[in-house]
């Protein structure tokens, strides 16, 4: 596997070296929930869920919510945070690209895991998605913008988090498999100066 495994990620958890973490949902989920864009009681997947804010947040409001995350850490942090809130969420330890769900989703919510993962790991994640989700599901993904243009110009692939070039994302997510909205897409800041695209795909 190219790019960070599970030990870099439960090294990133146990250290408290997060940066990525906003101690809370995202914003852009919650202006989507606010919105409608998927409502309770839908099945949604949330992979590379971290500490499990998105995962409390979405179980709180009646979703069938599922993290997936392959650090043991993330995994036990989540849990943690689901029971000290009451709520109830299943909790997967695997890795996004190879696990598949007993049933289908009607959403899944990406949290910027993509960026987490190698270029090359890109394909199978998204065809682990197209899977996951149910024909018509829908794909509410948070793609980290982190461009470095010196290495972009070396044509050196950096990361985490590995920028995620609309044109790149366009190939990705084929228009053969996902349905695109028409941009401007949401441009989202982050606390750490970065920020995030926010796209909404249908699954064809
Ligand atoms: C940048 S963090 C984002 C965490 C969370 N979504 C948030 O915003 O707080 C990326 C997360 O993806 C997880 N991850 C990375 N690659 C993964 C993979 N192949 N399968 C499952 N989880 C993965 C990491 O363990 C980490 O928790």
Partial sequence: MAGPDAAFWD??????DTPWD???????????????????????????CGRGWDVAELAARGF???????????CERAR???????????MVHADVCAWRPARPFDAVY???????????????YETALAAWLRPGGTL???????PRREAVDAGIIEGPPYHGDINAMRMLFDDARWEWPVPP????PHPNGMHELGLVLRRR
């Fill in 11 to 16: 090294d990133r958890f146990a250290r408290g």
């Fill in 110 to 124: 990406e949290q910027t895991c993509l960026c987490a993962m190698h270029p090359t790991m890109w394909r199978a």
């Fill in 64 to 74: 069938d919510a599922v993290g997936i995350d392959m650090s043991a850490g993330a």
């Fill in 80 to 90: 943690m945070l689901l029971a000290d809130r009451g709520l109830r969420a299943e």
């Fill in 140 to 146: 509410l993904a948070m793609i980290a913008q982190r």
């Fill in 185 to 188: 897409y949401a441009r989202v």
């Fill in 22 to 48: 906003r101690g809370g949902a995202g914003p852009q989920l919650l202006e989507w929930l606010a919105a409608g864009v998927i409502v309770p009681p839908a099945h949604v997947a949330v992979p590379g």
